[in-house]
């Protein structure tokens, strides 16, 4: 078990740029799950998938955010246009397919837009 | 709405001084609440899982209680290494929905 590993660890980038964040989860995992979490807060549900397939997206994520999980492995967060109001770190956690069971997290992506 | 509440926000103890953190949550459909440890610049850590009123887990210094209404994470003589943010998150469905957190400062 290698836990969850997000890259890239930072990211920095203009307003305006677009950014792709990779997680790889567990892989004996079925769930992979993206969170946002800003300062002094907790994390905040963005969408997750079952396998390849996305089942449920918040509302907090815009058109401008996109997130894929071809042949249901490693797992890509898409931002467009980016706003400053995106600086967060991202989260990417997995969890097998249990009726109740912890989410596994990775140490996540810091994106900071200036 | 359902929601989960944390308190207090932040606390400071000295070593050896006991206390607990509370975690208050209105959902309905509970499947399970969690409690997770998140240092600096990292992501959570997953230390209990509680399912029903009256259960209780322990792993070194630290307790989790669960009533209808809220849960507990009891901290018996903290060291400074126990210092961290801790979560609180309950399970509504698929996903988990995560308090603010308890910032817990624990000194020599």
């Known amino acids: 078990d290698t836990g969850v590993s997000q890259d890239p660890r930072h990211k920095i980038t203009k307003r305006g740029q677009n950014v792709t964040f990779r997680c790889d989860p567990i892989s004996e995992h079925n769930r992979l799950y993206w969170y946002r979490q800003t300062l002094g807060q907790g994390p905040e549900f963005l969408t997750y998938?079952?396998?390849?397939?996305?089942?449920?997206k918040s509302r907090l994520l815009s058109d401008r955010f996109s997130a894929e999980r071809p042949k249901g492995s490693f797992s890509t967060l898409e931002i467009q246009r980016t706003e400053q109001g995106d600086s967060a770190m991202y989260l990417c956690?997995?969890?097998?397919?249990?009726?109740?069971?912890?989410?596994?997290f990775g140490n996540g992506t810091r994106l900071t837009v200036t | 709405e359902d929601q989960v509440t944390q308190s207090p926000e932040a606390l400071r103890l000295q070593e050896g001084e006991s206390s607990s953190l509370n975690c208050s949550y209105t959902?309905?459909?509970?499947?399970?609440l969690f409690w997770y440890r998140q240092d600096p610049g990292k992501g959570p850590e997953f230390l209990f899982t509680?399912?029903?009123a009256g259960e209780e887990k322990e792993k070194e210094r630290l307790k989790a209680t669960l009533t209808k209404k809220e849960s507990f994470l009891h901290i018996t003589a903290p060291k400074p290494e126990d210092s961290a943010t801790y979560l609180c998150?309950?399970?509504?469905?698929?996903?988990?929905?995560f308090g603010t957190g308890t910032r817990l400062q624990v000194t020599l």
């Open positions: 956690a997995s969890s097998p397919t249990d009726r109740v069971s912890p989410l596994h």
């Open positions: 959902v309905s459909g509970l499947r399970g």
């Open positions: 998150a309950v399970q509504l469905r698929d996903k988990l929905t």
């Open positions: 509680l399912y029903s």
């Open positions: 998938f079952q396998n390849e397939a996305q089942l449920e």
